[in-house]
């Protein structure tokens, strides 16, 4: 009797786990069946296209190029940002400070990406605008510096634990040859904390792409594709979320799928990534 | 010539302190600022007493209620869908599941973790046409499915938290009751969940953080500028975080921009203070659902 509740409740426990996890595999099938008769009209034209609706190009192009180049600027701007603000919190600045830095680093994971945008469009643009003196001021750069900020919390946490996770052995191998707390840092520390970088770095890419109300917001949403940083560009997230087509059946319709498909599998990459990274470090550490 | 390299270290990381700190609170400032003049009763009540509001007896037009009310089922819809299955899913990876099968269902919820909002929107979107098409043609997107394509949103969120809180139970915990005879089920029922309950509760209230400031999923599943309260999970419905969305590009008077910087403090400090309450139950864990490394 006992024994067949246990089993019984075991099994609830399994069935939840299928449940929740089909549901990963259930949003590829479903982007991928609707992208369906887009891809069948050439995988290559999807990708190369220009969107021109009119003139019954449904290309993603444009798209691609613009969440490519906005995700790399922000990373570009963030990165050196955020691997110093990492260092301060693990060994330059002093104790008490470096725990109200990392509190505020971590409330930071917590504003809500609207108010980012909210506050971009407000602050940020007017800014650019002046500064650059002409354009609408919604351009690459400034969805890039905003996206910098929001991105930035998921990098210096995950530079900060890697840093946490040097094996103390070593530190103390350092400390009794007579280096400083800058010299272990940057000799020892940093050099096998490697990996843990680039799984920030990578998992902050990934937040650059996917995010939507940032780059919908402040970068203008044009579908040309970019000159300079201070062009408008619609990133693939954007361009789900303003096509929204009466017929369903339509190539417009089709095409966001086709986006969101693209998205599902540059992240899917990522996260292979991450793993492969994670991985290999806790084989080396046994 | 390594003195040199090493006090610049120090300048350049100090910058970087500073220059991430002032965005911050620039950016908190400004909203402080702009939203406090607007922060009044008569933001979420509009001219309407707030009593009739909350009973339903008369419709606010010009303020926040309807965003608020409809935020509100939200959450709860969104949260009790994902709960039971994220918990009960959590649970079987962290006790049931062999190595081999456990690493296979950690990538598919790291996964799922990293699918964009938008992706998870245009799911839901794809999930009411379809449903429409086989089944009723009185389904639309609406509450409902907002609220079934956000559980799937937080999904992971609930599951990575429990996971981690049930594993980072210590031996000592994990085997007294079995060496007392108790069976694996009363082990986890009467020691090993009440012993993770902070963990997995701060998971809940991160999921809920979430649910309330997802705005890339609702814009997609049936939210709408104004349609009242909705009489039922059937129905469009406003919430706050698409009100900011839309206030910002479509406003008309300098009043509803005022409403606008209102309902985005109202949301920031709503956001904040549910992190603050995450971070106060259980350290640490918060950002950890995140990537399990």
């Not at chain 1, 300079?228 to 693939?236: F, N």
């Not at chain 2, 400031?213 to 049936?222: H, Q, R, S």
Request: charged share 10%; net charge positive; with cysteine.
């Amino acid at each position: 009797m006992n024994n067949w509740k246990e089993r019984g409740i075991e099994k609830i426990f399994l069935l939840s786990t299928i449940i929740s996890s089909s549901i990963t595999l259930l949003i590829l099938g479903f982007m991928a069946y609707m992208a369906l008769p887009l891809l069948r009209g050439g995988l290559f034209r999807l990708l190369t296209e220009p969107w021109m609706p009119q003139q019954g190009f449904y290309g993603i192009y444009p798209m691609i190029v613009g969440t490519s180049v906005i995700s790399l600027l922000s990373l570009l701007i963030a990165f050196p940002v955020s691997l110093g603000c990492s260092f301060l919190i693990s060994s330059i600045g002093p104790k008490s400070l470096s725990a109200v830095f990392r509190r505020i680093v971590q409330m930071m994971t917590g504003i809500p990406t609207v108010i980012y945008g909210f506050v971009g469009i407000f602050l940020l643009v007017p800014l650019i605008r002046e500064f650059f003196q002409g354009g609408s001021g919604m351009c690459i750069l400034t969805a890039a510096l905003m996206l910098g900020v929001l991105i930035s919390p998921t990098m210096i946490l995950f530079f900060c634990d890697s840093f946490d996770r040097v094996p103390r052995s070593y530190i103390d191998a350092a400390d009794s040859l007579g280096a400083n707390r800058l010299q272990t840092l940057l000799y020892v520390i940093l050099p096998s904390a490697r990996e843990g970088i680039v799984i920030g770095v990578l998992l902050a890419f990934g937040r650059a792409m996917g995010d939507t109300l940032v780059s919908l917001m402040i970068a203008g949403n044009s579908i040309a594709e970019p000159k300079s940083i201070l062009d408008s560009v619609r990133t693939l997230t954007a361009h789900i979320a303003l096509v929204i087509a009466a017929d369903y059946e339509s190539p417009e319709f089709r095409s966001i799928f086709a986006c969101g498909l693209v998205l599902y599998l540059f992240i899917t990459i990522v996260i292979l990534a991450v793993r492969r990274l994670a991985f290999r470090k806790s084989e080396e550490r046994a | 010539m390594k003195q040199a390299g090493e006090r610049l270290t120090i300048w350049y990381s100090w910058t970087c302190g500073l220059i991430l700190t002032a965005a911050v609170f620039s950016i908190l400032a400004y909203l402080l600022f702009k939203g406090a003049g607007a922060f009044h009763p008569k933001l979420i009540f509009g001219g309407v007493s707030p009593l009739k509001a909350v009973l339903l007896q008369q419709r606010v037009f010009d303020g926040l209620f309807p965003a608020v009310v409809g935020t509100l089922m939200l959450v709860s819809l969104s949260v009790s869908i994902a709960l039971p299955i994220g918990f009960a899913t959590g649970i079987y990876l962290a006790e049931y599941a062999d190595f081999r099968i456990k690493n296979a269902f950690n990538l598919i919820f790291d996964i799922l973790a990293g699918i964009p909002s938008i992706v998870v929107g245009l799911f839901g979107f794809a999930l009411a046409v379809f449903l429409h098409k086989h089944y009723s043609s009185s389904i639309q997107p609406c509450l409902l499915i907002s609220g079934l394509a956000l559980a799937f949103l937080v999904l992971p969120y609930i599951i990575r938290t429990t996971q981690i809180a049930l594993e980072s139970l210590s031996p000592e915990i994990r085997l007294t009751a079995l060496a007392l005879g108790a069976t694996k089920l009363q082990n986890l029922v009467y020691v090993l969940l009440p012993q993770s309950l902070t963990g997995m509760i701060s998971g809940v209230i991160l999921a809920i953080g979430r649910c309330a400031e997802d705005t890339a999923v609702i814009m997609l599943t049936g939210v709408v500028v104004a349609a009242g309260v909705p009489k039922s999970v059937f129905a469009p419905y406003e919430a706050l975080p698409f009100y900011i969305y839309y206030i910002s590009s479509q406003y008309t008077t300098p009043e509803e921009l005022m409403n606008g910087y209102g309902a985005a403090l109202l949301l920031l400090l709503l956001c904040l203070f549910l992190f603050a309450l995450a971070f106060v139950i259980k350290k640490r864990l918060s950002y950890l659902a995140f990537y399990r490394p």
